[in-house]
């Protein structure tokens, strides 16, 4: 078992009363909710390729918002103008995907780099706060799901190659989040809250392709004790 992976075990009865149960490992796919059975992502120098080989300004800032805040592709076309807190560098992303009767929303850090991008777009394409960021002529719609999917899909081929092909959709980059921020140390919670999950189920998928050695950090805060 490699040392970065924690072993889920689900209590399931071996008899039909119930009174006797066994531990099943379980993958934390069968009987929870999840996005992707199949969870691919890109490393970091992959990511850098491809924002650094992008010339589109617009295209860079769609594949760097989706990227930066790990939103969902019809969260990010939700966002205006207006969910950008320029002061502190921050955007508020409305939760989708949960059942609850208010609204929740994620207020999420950005690069200097991407906030950037986005305030030259909207001087570049004449833009109001209640236009959406991922639109490119006032008033109008956001680009459209299958837009992002065919553009993003062209830059993988195109500054990747065909051997990432299985990575060419734009929920990649959401895993992809996912996992660099486990690398650089962020917690399951926090990692749950940034991606808006409403069960840590689906969150806890990630650890086992984070490169953080769960082992030895346990082993270091046991020899605390």
Known sequence: ??????????????TKNGKKTELIETDL????YYENDNIVFFTAMQIKTLTDGID????????????????????????????ID???????????KQRKKNKIYRYLKISDKLLSLILNHRVT??????????????GKPAITRKGISLMFKSYVVKLLGQSNLDKAHPHALRHTRAVHLLDSGMNIMLL????GHASISNTLIYLKYSNKDMAEAISRANNGL
């Open 125 to 138: 394409a004449k833009l109001t706060d209640e236009d959406f960021i991922l639109s490119q002529r006032q």
């Open 29 to 32: 796919k069968t009987n929870n």
């Open 56 to 83: 589109n300004p617009f295209h860079k800032l769609v594949i760097l918002l989706l990227y930066e805040t790990g939103a969902r592709i019809e969260e990010a076309r939700t966002l205006k103008f207006s969910d």
């Open 192 to 195: 749950k809250n940034f991606l």
């Open 1 to 14: 078992m490699p040392n970065n992976e924690i072993v889920i075990y689900t209590e399931t009865p071996i």
């Open 86 to 96: 320029t002061g502190n560098g921050r955007v508020k992303v409305l939760t989708l």
